[in-house]
């Protein structure tokens, strides 16, 4: 048989077993992989993913209820660690130090991938620049560039503000890994609340470059999202490794040039569940990873990391 569908076919057999058996040892009624009440701890990166996630799971099982706690990624991943929530979406797998705090405790932790997210880069749409290349994005981040005209001459003296969504979020985390950013942040660095107040930061000062999760800005059927794009500009970026010439191609966070890896700065998404039993947030994981979650996560412009997405004129330069 094939290993696949035999993976499937057990993994319904254990849902089907769940549903069945839903009370505790105390009678309580317990949740089942489509019905109950459990709070999951996401990433606020990756918000307008999951507010459709979550719409699409509570349209198909109408006895289930998620709350969504959105909080920075940092924030998130206390909760799950101090067993307030079963299940968090952020960024990356567990470190070394979280492995081994679940491992005395005799915890089994599941890490499911489930998207491919990007790090969005924007400024004022009044801002005379469009593209920046890796290097000189590197030298803002670690504090070699600190005005516009040092990027180019015809540009402002102005110094460039680097606003970041939160100081415990997965984009600054993101940002200090890539860029090997060492010591404390130069002082023209700050953080806000959250990703659209980084949005509405850089609509209103000339001289800001904001640093946001592209979830943000990479639905455009979404009414927000246009909203968002109006307020903005999105930098095109030039791809790794790339040589610096007159020639050099650059490319904005889409679809297709971050399945490419033509864009540079591209990020893993994961849902990690300690479920002990085959629960509500089980029946979610399995929803996102699955064939109607990996859609939603298409169609939202993140890439789906199991659903092929279809590349068409993906080398188009900027």
Known sequence: MNKSIFGNLLICGALLLASCNDTG??????????SGQISVSIDETVKPLFDLEIEAFHGLYKKAN???????????????LNDSVKVV?????????????????????????????AIAMIVNNSNADSTLTLEQLGDIMNGKITTWNQVHPSFS?????????????????????????????????????????????????????????????????DSATINFLNKVKVLALSPPDSATDADQPFYQPYQGYIAQRYYPLVREVYILSRE?????????VSFVAGNKG???????G???ATLPVR???????L
């Open 276 to 284: 002990a039993r085959t629960g509500l947030g089980t029946g979610f």
């Open 157 to 221: 003296k102005e110094k460039i503000q680097v606003v970041f969504d939160h100081s415990a979020s997965s984009t600054l985390n993101y940002m200090t890994k890539r860029f090997n950013m060492q010591g404390e942040l130069p002082a023209s660095f700050f953080a806000v609340k959250n990703n659209p107040e980084v949005i509405n930061y850089v609509e209103a000062n000339k001289s800001a470059l904001g640093i946001i999760g592209v979830s943000w800005i990479s639905d455009r059927k």
């Open 294 to 300: 990996q859609m939603v996560v298409r169609l939202t």
């Open 66 to 80: 998620i709350t969504p706690l959105y909080l920075p990624e940092d924030e998130a991943l206390k909760l799950f």
């Open 311 to 317: 590349l068409v004129n993906v080398k188009k330069k």
């Open 25 to 34: 040892k105390n009678g309580k009624k317990l949740d089942t992989p489509t």
């Open 302 to 304: 993140l890439l789906p």
């Open 89 to 117: 979406v952020c960024s990356r797998e567990l470190n070394e130090q979280e492995k081994e705090y679940f491992k005395k405790r005799k915890t089994p932790v599941r890490a499911t991938k489930i998207a491919y997210d």
